[in-house]
């Protein structure tokens, strides 16, 4: 009898602790709304400067009205000027050359309207050019020098994005530690122990890893995203980030890709991520919030329906969904971030409080098992 109650409470603990992965302020976290959720801002990560901006200009208005986009791009900008744990702006993630670059999206949930870079150089204030972009142009999507090309005619300057720091670290990664990590595979020489340059391998070994496990952390993940909503459910998003550590020249993750880094609309309500976004890009994961909860699911269902749906395909990886209602009802879930003690924070600004740091738990790969209770309270 004693072994069937101790079976019991454990499965009892382990739901409780599954309970805890997703934070929500009307659900399982035990939170409820305590006034006036809207308006708010959002963001990933514990980047208090980018939250306390995005807030204060926000209430240039009452409620909020009208200021949700100069609030995203506020908010945003402060972070790629104090660059943000070197996660977001100049001076931080070099490639494989040394150099940096960014990636920024702007996108208004009222008229689904888009302005994004990638692969920005040259340019400092990424999210400010992606608004350019929004208002000043038919496109959604400028990359490149050519991003960087129209950023000079709306009247940016140059500027270098490396630093000294950044350059010096790149040479450790390149002379010290021997290119490692990096994102190749089937090339000769063996990428896993130089530095190449490399060429195709005579056949393709499709079991080669794809994800490359990748320290995810406050100075090495893919995005600052932001979401601002007035008392009106008015609603915008934006991104910025200079990327992972050590990727090829040219890479482009998630960050300036809508419906992957982020997404808003004004009738459902808003979604972010962030993370390793070379995993999160495929499953375009804002998106499928977004769509979730049009569907009819809570903000807290439809973040952990996101991290379902990319865990049915990748066992490790590095990511964090939040979705927000229209109403300002919002949720947060993380799969991976051990490099963090398996915890993701973010910023959360309402009425009721503001400029406050939350912390949730995320669920991470385990070993399988062979009990079907167990895989049911963990999945």
Known sequence: MKKYVATFLTVLWLASVVGAKTTSNVTRSGQR??????????????????NEEAWRLLNLRKGGLGQTRNAVVGGISEC?????????????????????????????????????????????????????VLEHTGHVLLVGDAAADFANAMGFQNESLNTPESTKEWREWRDTKNCQPNYWRNVFPDPKSSCGPYEPLPSWDADANRDVETEIGPD??????????????NIHVGTSTNGLRYTMPG?????????????ADNEVGAAVTTG??????RFLPSL?????????????????????????????????????DRLGTYAVACHGFEYQGFRFSYMVSSPAQQSRKETIVCTQALEKTNSEIYRKVIW
């Open 33 to 50: 709304p305590t006034g006036q959720l809207l308006p708010m801002v959002i963001n990933t990560w514990p980047f208090a400067v980018a």
């Open 80 to 132: 790629e000027i104090q660059q943000c744990d070197k996660a977001v702006g100049y001076g931080g993630s070099p490639d494989e050359r040394g150099d940096t670059s960014l990636d920024a999206l702007l996108m208004d949930g009222s008229t689904m309207e888009v302005g994004a870079v990638a692969d920005l150089r040259r340019i400092r204030s990424a999210i400010k050019v992606a608004r350019h």
């Open 220 to 233: 090495n993940h893919d995005t600052i995203t932001m979401v601002a909503i007035d008392e009106e459910s």
């Open 251 to 263: 890479r482009v993750g998630d960050a300036p890709i809508p419906g992957a880094s982020s997404y």
């Open 276 to 281: 390793d976004g070379d995993t999160l890009m």
């Open 288 to 324: 499928l919030a977004v769509e979730a909860m049009r569907a009819g699911k809570t903000p807290a269902e439809a973040v952990e329906f996101v991290l379902q749906r990319i865990r049915k395909h990748v066992e490790r990886f590095q990511g964090a969904v939040i979705a927000v």
